[in-house]
């Protein structure tokens, strides 16, 4: 029987979609070692597959994310494959992934290394990734650089700035009109001293000296302890300039461990201030929400489903808050009322709701126990196990 609750968590289920990650099905691992998965992807078909499977069980996942170096390998020759590929798995390409920190030229930097023709071979990448994006139909092309320095006064930090912000200019005009440039940004590592785009606030400025079609990417993992990334939220939000998240969680740094694992209230504010924003303005933001994860020990695809219903949980909590109350009570000054709202929404058990969304969705009410009941895992398992990747990258 539905209730204004129940209401309320399908309405919100209906319009929330979250991208995944086409490295989150390799195999992956830390800078100290690679723990193989006989299940693990090998090949972008693999991967298609996979999130093929996750988008059935889950009816969010529309879309995949694809890095160019590791995914695209002939460029925008690869965009025919990509298509066919789509059509055969039921999802679409998603956010283009350059790579501007992998290949020895970055050793020391892409857009702010001193070479003049290191910075201009890195540009013509992210320009032929836009033409990639554009030839598989994707909207967003999401940019990380490395870029940064370890030892003090090893680098020009204002010199670097401005090769950014020209190079970001030089590539805004390569844009579709329907496209955008998302930025994002990493306090530290790989590099130890300074990084390049370091927070929030320059991705900012970065982005508006870009151009019109540019927003600000925020990583969960990538800011300090105990960083208020809900203030950061709103305060981009405000901007119009919010673009996306890339969802993952920490515990100490840049951890990438599935979602809500450590901190699912933060998930929960983060997701309260987004919808708080859209219930003042009557607009819906728009926000590309995605999954970076490094699912080194946990099962690909299980870990992949698991950071998807919680991803869908914390949602519909946030959607459970009174925002009328809220805000009277915040005018007000009633502390303690206000801060009741969002533990009472947090603390509401929306999982009878959500498997009632499903079930009016055609899906199963428990999207791992069926993955696991498939017995899609012991088919890739044995098919996998037996192919041996041509090249393990350093990440996927």
Not at 299 to 312: L, R, S
Request: glycine letters at 6%.
């Amino acid at each position: 029987m539905n209730s204004p609750q129940t209401d309320t968590i399908f309405r919100a289920l209906d319009g929330f979609r979250i991208e995944l990650p086409s490295w989150g099905f390799a195999n992956t691992g830390t800078r100290f070692g690679k723990f193989l998965q006989p299940a693990a992807a090998v090949t972008i078909e693999d991967k298609f597959s996979d999130a093929g499977q996750v988008h059935a069980l889950t009816g969010v996942c529309p879309t995949l994310a694809l890095h160019v170096l590791w995914d695209l390998p002939d460029g925008a020759g690869s965009a025919r494959d990509i298509a066919a590929l789509s059509q055969r798995y039921g999802v679409a390409p998603g956010s283009i992934n350059p790579n501007t920190f992998e290949d020895q030229i970055y050793k020391f930097g892409s857009f702010g290394n001193a070479d003049k023709s290191v910075r201009d071979r890195a540009l013509q990448h992210i320009r032929d990734s836009v033409e990639i994006a554009r030839q598989v139909g994707s909207r967003d092309i999401s940019l990380w650089f490395a870029d940064g320095s370890n030892y003090p006064g090893t680098a020009n930090i204002r010199h670097r700035r401005r090769w950014f912000e020209e190079s970001l200019k030089a590539v805004h005009p390569a844009l579709a009109p329907n496209q955008r440039l998302l930025i994002e940004y990493k306090p530290f590592e790989p590099a130890f001293y300074h990084t390049d785009i370091a927070d929030w606030g320059m991705a900012l400025l970065l982005a508006r000296a870009a151009g019109p079609q540019a927003r600000v990417l925020v990583d969960t993992g990538h800011h300090y302890l105990s960083q208020n990334i809900e203030q950061i939220v709103a305060w981009l939000l405000a901007d119009g300039m919010l673009g996306g998240f890339h969802f993952n969680d920490r515990r100490y740094a840049d951890d990438d461990l599935t979602l809500g694992s450590i901190d699912p209230y933060q998930v929960f504010r983060i997701f309260h201030e987004i919808l708080y924003f859209e219930w003042e303005t009557g607009a819906r933001a728009d926000i590309a929400y995605m999954i970076d994860q490094s699912h080194n020990l946990k099962g690909k695809i299980e870990a992949m489903i698991q950071t998807v219903t919680v991803a869908q949980a914390l949602y519909a909590k946030a959607a459970l808050v009174d925002y009328p109350t809220l805000a009277a009570a915040q005018t007000g000054a009633e502390l303690v009322k206000a801060e009741s709202l969002l533990q009472d929404a947090f603390a509401v058990d929306v999982r009878p709701a959500i498997r009632e969304w499903r079930a009016s969705k055609g899906l199963p009410a428990d999207p791992m126990d069926a993955f696991r009941r498939s017995g899609y895992l012991e088919r890739i398992t044995a098919d996998r196990a037996s192919r041996k990747s041509a090249k393990l990258s350093s990440y996927a």
